[in-house]
Structures are given as C-alpha cells and as structure tokens.
C-alpha cells in the first residue's frame, strides 16, 4: 500500500510536492473511501486535477522514474544508458542540482522509506530505512553517498554487493537481481505499482492475455461491459495463424533466427484479434442470433479504452495493487469513470485494499458524495514556472473548505486555483 510520494527539482517541480494516500482526520466516506493497515488509516483513492502543463503528468512521471529505478536499472541494457530525470530549469539554483524521489509505501507489513537523488549521469543519494509499526524507530538498512554505500545490520547481505553497483543504478535494484530477501520483496511491491497513459491503449495485450487463460476472467469483464451498457453480450478471440513474410519486417528479422532452430509443429505464430457478439433483433424487435463484429475497427473509441482497462482494474483489485491513469477521461464517458472509482470504493469488489490515483480534467467527478477532501488534489503553476501540489483538505484561502462544498462548482469559478488563466487577444494585431 502506498502512504505518499514526495518530489523535489523534477522537471516542473522545484520546490517538494507531497501526494499523500494517509487519511485525514475527517469524518466523510470513512467506511468506504477508506481503510485501516498497519494501524495506519488510506485512501482508496486519489483524483488530480490542474490546467494543461501545470504538472499532473509530471507528478505521475516521477513515480513511474522511482518505480523503473528499481526494477530496471540495475539490468545489463541500461549500463550505458543516461537517466531519464530533468531538474527544474526556469531556475538558476536547481538547474544543475540533481532531483529528488522519495516514497513511503507497505510491503508485507513492513513500512518502507525510500528515497534518492539523481542527475542524467548518476544516482547522487539513496537510502532505505524501515519499521514494523507506525510508532516505532527506523532502522536504517543502506544509505548512499555517491559510490560509497554503507549497509546497516538488517541489510548486511548488501555488503558484498557494493562493488557491483553501477554510478547509473540504483542499490536496491542490484541488491533484488542478486537475491537479497528485503530488496525482492521490496522489487515485488514495485512490480504492483503500474501506470497507465489514457491517450494511448497499449494495455489490451494484458486483457486479451488474461481472458485467454482464465475463463471466469473473461465472464468478469463480460460483467464489466454489460454494467457500461455498451450492448456487448459476448467476446471471444480469433486465432490466425501467420507466416514469418506476414510479419512487419523489424519482427520478422527478430523471430526469423529463433524459427529456424525450432520444430515446424511447433512454436506458431497467431495474430489475435477481440471479437465482441451483439444481438440482432427482427422487425418486431425480438431476438434473433448474434451477430459479430471486431473489437479494433467496428466498436467505439470509448468501448475499446474500456475493454483494455478492464483487465488491469480487475487484475488490480484482485491482487491489491495500485495502478496510476493519466488522461483518465480520455475516450471514456464521465459515468464510466465514476463507475471504475465505485469498484475501488466498493467492499465488495475491492477486498484487498487497491488503491487508484488518476489525474483528469473531468470536473463532473469532483462531488462531495463521491470523495472526501483529502482525496482531491490540484496541480497550479505559479508566476516563476514551477508547480505545486496541494489538496482540498489543506487548502486555505480565508476558511477552511466545507465537506458539504459545491466542489464542481467552486473549482470551476476559480475559486481553490488550477484552472486555466485564459487571457483573450486580438489575433489580427
């Protein structure tokens, strides 16, 4: 479970920005927008909204930056490679400063605290600490200077493993590729951390996947679509088998040397496409067959975006892990994303504490019945280009803001920051 995330120096943030999935001591939605682990009380979820280019991309760029440090730096590819990380460059005092990634998080009821600066060129700082229970002491079991890493008693395996840490990788991924038991199951809960971009729909691969080995998978999405009333009352995939010669050429050069020591019988090549049945009715509009159509051409945008998120929310729910939307209204209707956050509200559908954070600008979700205070958040750019991040709870201009608030309303007059400062001009001057 994530507690919160903190940024420094990060493309668009100069100063820290915090998002924080710790609950506040508030009354609204506690049974089902929250829950209690570790004697720590989270959110189910997190929403954030800001103007184009205030910062909600960056925010998420930054966690998914932490995520693939962990899980991919230390592989043999990325020897060579530069770190993709930029500093806030509208200022002269952070432009050659390295940034600045810090998360807190729960992984088989031990509380972590991670954290690292890093330049293109290197990783500059990096420490792990850890605790059993919220009150007690962190123990400290690796801190990182530069190429000098000093291991502490509860991570004395990392020792021997030092020498072996590359200036562009970070310590905690060396110490999981070389089986260190914390840094594994500090990889696996990374591993639980996924991103997903709502402009593009490069995540129908893991439905179709899922739906072709698990038949109460498919019936579950079945569920899903029915619920969306999108007239869908069945899919299916279809297999065609290609040829090497069918393939686009890059792929072909790829699995050309692996066929050619591979038995003829085996190792096929299918391309697999989503078929989705819809009933046709006669003229006295009574049910006649099924009639099918092809999922990628012949369905809608919205009904495309919906059947590819399917998987990754209910593989999500299912597993209790936490998965972050970018462009969460793009292609999907504003009931569909209330009905996407309900299942994580919901204790029947999420009962193992998944947790959703998506940045939009769909302002029909900003509803006092639907979030509390804490789980609203604003990305603004202030006068010098940097971003902040603040939420409604700890939001103050003249009061505090009221649970029973017009959200919707007051956000779109301006009134807690974030919108668009759209300034009108003559075009012909």
């Given amino acids: 479970m994530l507690i919160d995330f903190r940024v420094e120096n990060f493309c668009c943030f100069k100063d820290t920005a915090e998002l924080s999935m710790q609950a506040a001591p508030i009354t609204e939605h506690r049974v089902f927008n929250t829950f209690n682990v570790e004697k720590l009380d989270l959110l189910k979820s997190a929403v954030i909204y800001g103007a184009n280019a205030s910062g909600k991309s960056r925010l998420i760029l930054g966690m998914y930056f932490l995520r693939n440090m962990v899980r991919q730096s ?8 530069k770190l993709s990380v930029e500093s806030f460059r509208l200022n002269t005092e952070t432009v050659n400063k390295p940034a600045s990634f810090e998360i807190r998080f729960i992984a088989d009821h031990v509380l972590y605290h991670y954290g690292l600066h890093a330049t293109p060129e290197r990783i500059v700082k990096e420490w792990l600490y850890s605790r059993k229970r919220p009150t007690a002491r ?23 493993i030092v020498s072996l840490t590359r200036p562009n990788a970070a310590f905690l991924s060396v110490a999981a590729q070389f089986n260190i038991d ?9 591993e639980n951390f996924n991103f997903i971009s709502g402009l593009y729909n490069n995540y129908e691969y893991f439905t179709v996947k899922k739906i072709s080995s698990d038949s109460n998978f498919k019936n579950r999405i079945l569920k899903i679509l029915e619920m969306a009333d999108v007239g869908i009352k069945d899919i299916s995939l279809r297999r065609t088998p290609l040829t090497i010669d069918q393939l686009p050429e890059e792929l072909g050069r790829k699995i050309k040397p692996i066929r050619n020591t591979a038995d003829d019988d085996t190792d096929k090549i299918f391309q697999v496409e989503v078929v989705t049945s819809h009933f046709q009715f006669d003229k006295d509009n ?18 495309q975006k919906l059947f590819a998120l399917a998987g990754p929310i209910l593989d999500t ?4 892990k936490i998965l972050v939307i970018d462009e969460f209204e793009s292609q999907l209707h ?15 559908y999420n009962k193992k504490n998944a947790q959703l954070i998506v940045a939009t600008h769909n302002t029909r979700l900003l509803s006092e019945d639907m979030f509390r205070r804490d789980q609203i958040w604003f990305v603004e750019k202030n006068q010098y280009g940097a971003s ?3 939420s409604l709870y700890d939001f103050k201009n003249g009061g505090k803001i009221r649970k029973d608030e017009s959200f919707e309303k007051n956000y779109i007059l301006g009134k807690y920051g974030a919108v668009p400062n759209v300034v009108e001009m003559d075009l012909e001057e």
Avoid: C
Avoid at 138 to 160: C, M, N, S, W, Y
């Fill in 388 to 390: 902040e991040l603040y």
């Fill in 334 to 348: 504003p009931q569909l994303q209330k009905l996407v956050i309900d299942m994580f509200h919901s204790p029947r």
């Fill in 317 to 320: 729910l299912d597993n209790g």
């Fill in 74 to 81: 230390a592989k043999e590819s990325t020897a060579n490679e």
């Fill in 138 to 160: 962190e123990a400290e079991l690796f801190v990182r200077d530069k190429d000098d890493i000093q291991t502490g008693p509860q991570f004395k395996e990392g020792r021997k």
């Fill in 286 to 303: 009574q049910k006649k067959e099924l009639v099918n159509f092809r999922l990628q051409g012949q369905e809608s945008e919205g009904t």
């Fill in 182 to 190: 914390t840094a594994i199951q500090i990889s696996k809960w990374f």
